[in-house]
């Protein structure tokens, strides 16, 4: 049992200015030595809490990266189990085609209307099986999403398989769903299963569903810091108060009796951040090793990409200030976004409504109301192709056969001989490239993707909704620069890509770095992409947009207004001093977790159920 383990003692704790040994009676001279002393030790204590607990001493850390390895091999290999059922399933229908799907879309050969009207069947099939799925007992009414199960660090793991299932099942019939929801739903639950069969203490096991979901990430991410970094950017969000694995543990002030730390002085205290990027970090590079290792590749793995972004032209200091307006431009395609996936979650909720007042047994609706959203996305898919799936297949060929414009000569010209673009093996540079898609299909598939997204999410199916909008953000910035050829496609496709999602996902740096790693980015390339991504969420998010959506849809209007007025930026500027979030006695203000669940199903919830029940 874990409560046998030792606990640390610090040797600096037991000092006599710190301990309650019996008083001396110094001289005056020794007295202000023992002053200086202790304002000393006081002083050495805060500086050291910088470090945080010496946690690599306790053999329950040991425990944890234990379990935390564990977790990663078994992630690595459902992440491969996932990708390739959904690899393999979206071939079996799609490859029936004449031409093949993948045929046609690696030569641009897919314009408006240019999909096959029995695909229909598929999705409206796909749409069946996963209303079956929602009739099984153990098939949850709502996934909390990611943003909250971080927050948390407890999933029901119960629960996970169904959802992982069916989400393999949305996304190969088409659906335009991401994977990020399941995977890090079954990361979580693999986490706290393995919790509660070795009967941890509530912290430890917190730690066990936080390194489920770093596995998990490792696994679906092209690099396994930017699954670390996901994490604690979504704990920074989640829990702004406290960060420390702690936080998501109720009750004691660092996780029960048997995790309780020797109290620092007052003021002083400790964090938890490098055990928490230790024990990420484990989890994280075991799933990414053996996905990688195994299946020859990783989640839009750079080999994919038909040129390194670097390729195509050379960054410009200007590049920075165009940033502005492309990220303007998809923080307003990210308002666009919240208003679709709110409309069809309404319209899902009366298609619900409407078939129960026509007599229908729930069980049946249940399944029917899928049925509906695959026709729909269906439709959206026989016109624009392009947006069936989560777009990790597409992004390649979009950038190769939507990119009009001349290719630079690069520094090695060796790179050329394996590349799907020079039309022969020793090209003249710079190098003229002619697109094949039209800016018309373009412009098609981008809103046709978010439409498609919002019909998946809202009439039931499994998946999240940051991948779809990295592809739509690509498409996002060819149109750009079709529309502007002075702005490179180094800039518009990497700034867009990034900026689209993160104009309502409080992510950047894990958006930036999916991009710079995906499209092989230098460091300067990397500025005009950062910029882009929070102009686009201060235009959403910072204007007060999304927080005006969820409090209607939460019915709780002007929450966020409170918390705004009574935050510390008003404090500052009021020049009140001693209050953390508004108020002499340290109070947070207005804390809403309904509506912190209403964030997280709106931008990254696995599904939208709970609002069609009746």
């Not at 946690?55 to 996932?82: I, K, T």
């Not at 690899?87 to 093949?100: A, I, M, N, Q, V």
């Not at 730690?207 to 092209?222: E, K, N, R, T, V």
């Not at 777009?391 to 950038?399: D, E, H, L, N, Y």
Request: proline letters at 7%.
């Amino acid at each position: 049992m874990e409560d046998s383990f030792p606990r640390s003692k610090s040797p600096t704790l037991s000092s006599p200015f710190l301990a309650s040994s019996p008083p001396r009676t110094p001289s005056t001279s020794s007295s202000t030595s023992t002053s200086d002393a202790k304002e000393d030790l006081l002083a050495n204590l805060e500086l050291l809490s910088v470090f945080g607990p010496s946690f690599a001493l306790e053999r329950r850390f040991w425990s944890s990266a234990g379990y935390s390895l564990l977790l990663g091999l078994l992630m690595g290999g459902f992440g491969l189990l996932f990708f390739n059922g959904v690899s393999k399933g979206f071939d079996l229908w799609t490859g029936r085609s004449e031409p093949p799907y993948e045929e046609r879309l690696r030569d641009g050969g897919f314009g408006f209307g240019s999909g096959e009207w029995w695909w229909l069947l598929v999705t409206v099939g796909g749409g069946f099986l996963v209303g079956v799925l929602r009739l099984l007992p153990s098939f949850p009414d709502k996934v909390d999403g990611l943003f909250y199960e971080v927050k948390t660090l407890h999933v029901h793991p119960e629960h996970s398989p169904l959802v992982f299932l069916s989400s393999c099942l949305s996304l190969a019939c088409g659906a335009s769903v991401g994977p990020e929801a399941a995977m890090g739903n079954l990361g979580g639950g693999l986490g706290t299963l393995l919790g509660s069969l070795r009967s941890q203490s509530d912290r430890r096991a917190a730690i066990s569903c936080f390194c489920g979901m770093a596995g998990a990430m490792g696994a679906l991410l092209p690099s396994p810091v930017l699954a670390v970094l996901l994490l604690h950017e979504l704990t920074v969000t989640s829990r702004p108060a406290d960060t420390r694995f702690n936080a998501a543990v109720p009750g004691a002030p660092y996780g029960g009796g048997d995790e309780t730390r020797l109290d620092l002085p007052a003021g002083v205290d400790h964090h938890d951040f490098m055990e928490q990027v230790t024990l990420g970090g484990i989890a994280a590079t075991a799933g990414y090793g053996v996905f990688y290792g195994l299946a020859d590749y990783t989640y839009l793995h750079p080999s994919q990409i038909p040129l390194p972004a670097s390729l195509f032209s050379r960054y410009e200091p200007w590049h920075v200030l165009a940033a502005v307006p492309l990220g303007i431009v998809a923080g307003v395609l990210g308002i666009v976004t919240l208003i679709l996936l709110g409309l069809f979650r309404k319209v899902a909720k009366r298609v619900r409504q409407r078939l129960l007042s026509r007599g229908l047994r729930p069980a049946v609706v249940t399944v029917l109301v899928p049925m509906i959203g695959g026709l729909l996305f269906g439709l959206v898919g026989v016109a624009f192709p392009l947006t069936l799936g989560d777009g990790a297949m597409q992004i390649p060929f979009v950038i190769k056969n939507g990119f009009t414009g001349d290719i630079q000569e690069p520094d090695h010209r060796d790179f050329f001989a394996n590349s799907t673009i020079p039309p022969n093996p020793d090209p003249v540079f710079p190098l003229h490239v002619d697109a094949k898609i039209s800016v018309g299909v373009l412009v098609g598939t981008l809103f046709g993707k978010l439409l498609s997204m919002a019909i998946c999410l809202g009439f039931g199916f499994v998946g999240g909704n940051i991948f779809p909008c990295i592809f739509a953000g690509c498409c996002a910035g060819l149109v750009a620069t079709a529309a502007v050829p002075a702005l490179p496609v180094t800039l518009t496709v990497p700034a867009m890509m990034a900026a689209v999602p993160a104009a309502f996902a409080p992510i950047p740096f894990s958006l930036v770095g999916i991009v710079v790693i995906i499209l092989v980015m230098d460091g300067q390339m990397a500025a005009p992409v950062f910029v882009a991504t929070f102009v686009a969420f201060l235009t959403n998010c910072g204007m007060g947009v999304v927080q005006m959506v969820v409090e209607r849809q939460a019915g709780v209007p002007g929450v966020m207004t409170q918390v705004r007025n009574n935050n510390n930026h008003s404090i500052l500027h009021s020049g009140k001093k001693g209050a953390a979030w508004g108020g002499a006695d340290g109070g947070r203000g207005t804390d809403d977790s309904n509506a912190l669940q209403d964030v997280s199903s709106i931008i990254f919830a696995a599904d939208n159920d709970a609002d069609l029940e009746d």
